[in-house]
């Protein structure tokens, strides 16, 4: 299958010297909710405004749904839905002007049915008549996600979507991108909230210093990069670690209260039967045993500090 976005070689210096990007290649496939990781700087707004042709690339290319965003600007915008980060739209004009003629501006005729049924979805239809200036800030950003659907696109653009809105709005967005997902649409996340990405997205990126250090399945990306931990709470403390257990990868904790294992989820033998058995054997007991695994945060902010040190290395 064609991906419905494949970025080739983009690279962004601007007029000062500054390299936001280095030539990065990613495809993006049709229906899935692909996240983009990394920290301010890194790049991630920069890739999304050459994407949605708001920003031209010093090199490479990029196409929308097998158009070129810059040969052929006008069709591969229409494609793309955009809510940026920044909240800027008529304080003056009505919910319901203001989504409306959003539609009109990509030469779409008017359907109130489906104005309407975005409105709802994102709980601004009793807001429809009001002004804009009067409303909150989390409806402002319902009014940012309605205007950029309203053209019925293909590919939706959320660049940091939840920043600073309220838990109840965030839990809206999700569910209603879960059914934009389901309806064929494809939707490209940056977030700050790891954990959203964590519990949403299909693929994950990972981006820093304008190099795409990683792009991987969430489920195999945790699989792969993750630890798990077994932590044994144990009878009586012990202040070092006993000969016999040298072979494990132990570590002692809570003032000799504890043992915490780390071992490769990966591995076909965890090794904890044995560590058991040898503890047995040294005589130390133990009352509890809890495990643990890495969230996608720490693998996260791990990948980040591997390409920092990496960097420093090279320079």
């Given at each position: 299958?064609?991906?419905?976005?494949?970025?080739?070689?983009?690279?962004?210096?601007?007029?000062?010297?500054?390299?936001?990007?280095?030539?990065?290649?990613?495809?993006?496939?049709?229906?899935?909710?692909?996240?983009?990781?990394?920290?301010?700087?890194?790049?991630?707004?920069?890739?999304?405004?050459?994407?949605?042709?708001?920003?031209?690339?010093?090199?490479g290319?990029?196409?929308?749904?097998?158009?070129?965003?810059?040969?052929?600007?006008?069709?591969?915008?229409?494609?793309?839905?955009?809510?940026?980060?920044?909240?800027?739209?008529?304080?003056?004009?009505?919910?319901?002007?203001?989504?409306?003629?959003?539609?009109?501006?990509?030469?779409?005729?008017?359907?109130?049915?489906?104005?309407?049924k975005?409105?709802?979805?994102?709980?601004?239809?009793?807001?429809?008549?009001?002004k804009?200036?009067?409303?909150?800030?989390?409806?402002?950003?319902?009014?940012?996600?309605?205007?950029?659907?309203?053209?019925?696109?293909?590919?939706?653009?959320?660049?940091?979507?939840?920043?600073?809105?309220?838990?109840?709005?965030?839990?809206?967005?999700?569910?209603?991108?879960?059914?934009?997902?389901?309806?064929?649409?494809?939707?490209?996340?940056?977030?700050?909230?790891?954990?959203?990405?964590?519990e949403?997205?299909?693929?994950?990126?990972?981006?820093?210093?304008?190099?795409?250090?990683?792009?991987?399945?969430?489920?195999?990306?945790?699989?792969?990069?993750?630890k798990?931990?077994?932590?044994?709470?144990?009878?009586?403390?012990v202040?070092?670690?006993?000969?016999?257990?040298?072979?494990?990868?132990?570590?002692?904790?809570?003032?000799?209260?504890?043992?915490?294992?780390?071992?490769?989820?990966?591995?076909?033998?965890?090794?904890?039967?044995?560590?058991?058995?040898?503890?047995?054997?040294?005589?130390?007991?133990?009352?509890?045993?809890?495990?643990?695994?890495?969230?996608?945060?720490?693998?996260?902010?791990?990948?980040?500090?591997?390409?920092?040190?990496?960097?420093q290395?090279?320079?």
């Open positions: 299958m064609q991906p419905i976005i494949s970025i080739e070689g983009i690279g962004k210096t601007y007029a000062g010297g500054f390299t936001a990007l280095k030539s990065v290649d990613l495809d993006i496939k049709q229906g899935e909710i692909f996240a983009l990781l990394g920290p301010n700087g890194a790049g991630k707004t920069t890739l999304i405004s050459i994407v949605c042709g708001i920003v031209n690339p010093t090199s290319r990029v196409t929308a749904d097998g158009h070129d965003i810059q040969r052929d600007f006008r069709a591969a915008r229409s494609k793309i839905g955009l809510v940026p980060q920044e909240l800027s739209t008529d304080s003056f004009e009505s919910v319901w002007n203001t989504v409306s003629f959003s539609r009109g501006l990509f030469g779409k005729a008017p359907n109130p049915e489906y104005i309407e975005i409105l709802r979805q994102l709980s601004l239809w009793e807001k429809k008549d009001s804009i200036m009067a409303l909150s800030g989390g409806m402002k950003r319902r009014v940012m996600i309605a205007k950029a659907l309203s053209h019925e696109p293909s590919i939706l653009f959320l660049d940091e979507p939840t920043a600073g809105v309220d838990v109840e709005l965030r839990r809206d967005m999700w569910e209603m991108v879960r059914g934009l997902r389901e309806n064929g649409v494809t939707v490209i996340l940056t977030t700050h909230y790891i954990e959203e990405a964590e949403m997205a299909d693929r994950i990126g990972v981006i820093n210093h304008g190099e795409l250090v990683l792009v991987e399945e969430k489920h195999t990306l945790m699989r792969k990069l993750g798990k931990q077994l932590t044994i709470h144990l009878q009586n403390p202040s070092d670690l006993p000969a016999g257990l040298g072979e494990f990868a132990l570590e002692l904790s809570d003032e000799g209260n504890q043992l915490v294992y780390t071992f490769d989820t990966q591995r076909e033998h965890t090794g904890i039967a044995e560590l058991l058995r040898a503890l047995n054997q040294q005589g130390i007991e133990f009352k509890d045993l809890h495990s643990s695994e890495s969230s996608l945060e720490e693998i996260f902010v791990n990948l980040v500090h591997q390409n920092q040190n990496a960097r290395q090279a320079g």
